[in-house]
């Protein structure tokens, strides 16, 4: 079935390690997306790529990274984890950056002690 | 730059009872809106889009929204509540240009089914 595989489902972490969060999508979609979710404060835009190679910055970036090295995959990394990078994290894809319908992914829960 | 407001994180309703789930939205350009629903433990699923052309839109499972510029609202309906329908809801709007003004969410609206 196409769609969005997203690793690890869940994950506890210690502060300062460093974590990432793999985004594998089978879609040939040109746009990936990093979205965090957090109680109250709906889905946030950590990250996002309009196409491979490149890569730009949402509303919450600070403490990510990401790449696009190919259309397939899009890994997010938490360089030093910190506690309030607890959060669900949740991959996205669309055919392209006007086009706008998500796909989602089925979310990562980090928890960051 | 664009923006949503969900008014009310929760919203319960009677099984058989009308839905309304209510969406503003601010947008300097011509908006596209979305609906979104996410279920347990899962990630979000496309309810419904409008983009351009006919302002009442229908979605799946008997859900539907109307675009009303005049009030920058897109509030969700359906005329009759049921179990399945309990889960959280997205109001999104977007410009055309996507990436960094790509979807901007509001905080969500949990939909509680009584019985």
């Known amino acids: 079935i196409a769609g969005i595989t997203q690793a690890p489902t869940s994950q506890i972490l210690a502060a300062g390690r460093r974590m990432t969060l793999r985004c594998t999508q089978d879609?040939?979609?040109?746009?990936m997306y990093w979205y965090r979710q957090d109680l109250g404060l709906g889905l946030r835009l950590i990250h996002y790529s309009n196409t491979a190679g490149t890569t730009g910055k949402g509303e919450v970036p600070d403490g990510y990274s990401v790449s696009r090295a190919n259309t397939d995959d899009f890994p997010l990394t938490l360089a030093s984890a910190v506690p309030s990078q607890t959060s669900v994290y949740f991959c996205a894809s669309s055919e392209g950056p006007g086009a706008n319908v998500l796909t989602f992914g089925a979310g990562s829960r980090l928890t960051v002690l | 730059a664009q923006s949503v407001t969900q008014l009310g994180s929760h919203v319960s309703v009677s099984e058989g009872a009308l839905v309304l789930l209510r969406c503003n939205y601010s947008s300097s350009v011509p908006p596209y809106l979305f609906w979104y629903v996410q279920y347990p433990n899962q990630g979000l699923q496309l309810l419904l889009k409008?983009?351009?052309?006919?302002?009442l839109v229908k979605g799946i499972n008997g859900f539907e929204a109307e675009f009303k510029k005049s009030e920058t609202s897109f509030h969700l309906t359906k005329p009759s509540a049921h179990m399945s329908d309990a889960a959280e809801y997205f109001c999104a709007v977007s410009g055309p240009g996507g990436g960094a003004d790509g979807l901007t969410f509001g905080k969500g609206t949990h939909l509680i089914i009584q019985p």
């Open positions: 879609m040939r979609h040109n746009a």
């Open positions: 409008y983009t351009t052309g006919a302002t």
